[in-house]
């Protein structure tokens, strides 16, 4: 068995111990959550109470489980239709908090919390940093993002309720964050997949190793990563790195997260109950298969969300987990499903490009994805940053590379793709989310 801080076998650990709940005491108190957040949310909510008037459903009809099938789906876009505060279940006087994440069409979402809601949050957060082997008395150094969007916060009460030391660094200043990081002492790391790249990175160039620093542990989220890029990580910097999932509608990050097998995320269903259904006809899927993840949040009085649509693709992992915890597993989100770019016909999703490079050697993750129309026909041409090292050189070497990268590329997503090899550091780096596709196609 393995052990928390000191001896504690992590089976009687406190802050894990909803992580190993009985199936039937798990499912006693799903349903009582969910009975009362759904009748919160009919009492409370116009949108819920019409959509649930229309199905001629009520609050009384939910007696199992099971009876969330009959629910409406909620969808980002009803977010935005009642921007900014229509679906607020709780009076502005009682709500603490609000964050937001910033659309792709122009207004952001808003999301609110109460005390009890942040209370929660902080519980899930501190669960998950427990399961990635954070423990009181780490420090985290914390590279997500501080302000509306939900890491930089989220992953800061969790760490402080855990009984960690949090360094509030937010994203940006690289060179700070890798001073801070070494004199400080920082034990663990917050950060998205793509900054923990650019970290790596720019410590190389400045010629610092990251394996002299006392870093254990990784904990990234917000987009998605590969295994490659996984690898990458733990050998850049010694440590172990771990996927953690979350989404603001929901609460931010905290939904779910590894645990030290990392072989899939366990979502804290106590407060999130998961579902998976096929995104075409919203039927909930046999377990174990493919489609999009729906959650409902059982415990959050500011915004319950009922059924919401994350459009997240993945499946539950039916087999039990060799860490203990009996809450369900799910794989790791590699794309969306509105991610998908469909070129000459044929699926391709962004993700698929990082894992194709990072088998390449000498060959760098970071790359762009650019989409243009020729007579017609869809152009797909990647940009792939050289290393310093391989820019300065022979071009016959950089040529075999060029090879190389275009045959990964291609017998991983089906297509050509014209691959352009560009300079060290010309593709703009992120602090948060990466900017990987620039479609043209439409314009
Ligand atoms: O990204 C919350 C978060 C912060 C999670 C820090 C983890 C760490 P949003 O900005 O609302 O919230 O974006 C949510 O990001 O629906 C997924 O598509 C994606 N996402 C989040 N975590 C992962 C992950 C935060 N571990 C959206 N793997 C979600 C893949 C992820 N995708």
């Not at 659309?103 to 669960?127: F, L, N």
């Not at 771990?242 to 269903?269: A, M, N, T, W």
């Not at 509105?338 to 990082?354: C, K, T, Y």
């Not at 090879?403 to 010309?426: D, M, W």
């Amino acid at each position: 068995m393995t052990t928390l801080a000191g001896d504690q076998p992590e089976y009687f650990n406190p802050v894990s111990a909803p992580d190993f709940l009985m199936k039937d005491q798990l499912q006693r108190l799903q349903l009582q959550r969910l009975k009362r957040i759904v009748k919160r949310a009919y009492d409370n909510v116009e949108l819920t109470r019409n959509r649930m008037d229309d199905v001629g459903i009520n609050p009384e009809d939910i007696k199992t489980l099971a009876d969330i099938s009959k629910l409406p789906f909620v969808y980002k876009s009803d977010l935005r239709d009642t921007y900014p505060y229509g679906l607020f279940a709780s009076p502005m006087s009682e709500v603490v908090r609000l964050h937001a994440s910033s659309g792709t069409t122009g207004k952001p979402t808003v999301v609110a919390y109460t005390q009890d809601d942040i209370d929660v949050w902080s519980s899930v957060m501190q669960r998950a940093f427990a399961s990635c082997g954070v423990h009181a008395g780490d420090i985290v150094q914390n590279s997500y993002g501080y302000g509306l969007f939900t890491g930089g916060l989220g992953a800061h009460y969790g760490a402080e309720a855990l009984g960690a030391t949090v360094i509030p660094v937010s994203g940006g200043n690289t060179d700070r964050q890798l001073m801070i990081m070494k004199d400080f002492g920082a034990n663990a790391l917050c950060a998205t997949p793509s900054y923990f790249l650019h970290i790596i990175d720019r410590a190389e160039q400045l010629g610092i190793d990251l394996k002299d620093m006392p870093l254990r542990v990784g904990i990234s989220g917000a987009e998605p990563w590969s295994e490659p890029m996984r690898t990458h990580c733990e050998a850049a910097a010694n440590m172990k790195a771990y996927d953690i999932y979350g989404l603001s509608e929901i609460i931010g990050p905290g939904v779910g997260s590894e645990c030290r097998c990392q072989k899939g995320l366990h979502i804290f269903e106590d407060h999130f109950y998961p579902e998976i259904i096929d995104p075409e006809t919203g039927e909930v899927l046999p377990e174990g298969q493919e489609g999009e993840l729906v959650l409902t949040t059982l415990s959050k009085d500011a915004m319950p969300m009922i059924r919401y649509r994350t459009r997240d693709i993945t499946s539950f992992i039916t087999e039990p987990c060799e860490c203990g915890r009996t809450l369900r597993r799910i794989n790791r989100i590699g794309r969306r499903s509105d991610d998908m770019l469909v070129i000459r016909g044929v699926n391709l999703f962004p993700s698929q490009i990082e894992s194709a490079l990072l088998k390449v050697e000498n060959a760098q993750p970071h790359y762009q994805i650019i989409l243009t129309k020729e007579k017609g026909l869809d152009q797909l041409e990647i940009e792939v940053e050289l290393t310093a090292e391989m820019f300065s050189d022979q071009v016959s070497k950089i040529e075999q590379l060029q090879k190389k990268i275009t045959h990964a590329i291609e017998t991983t997503i089906g297509i050509s793709a014209k691959i352009r090899l560009v300079e060290p550091n010309t593709i703009a780096r992120s602090e948060g989310k990466a900017k990987r596709v620039i479609d043209k196609r439409e314009q």
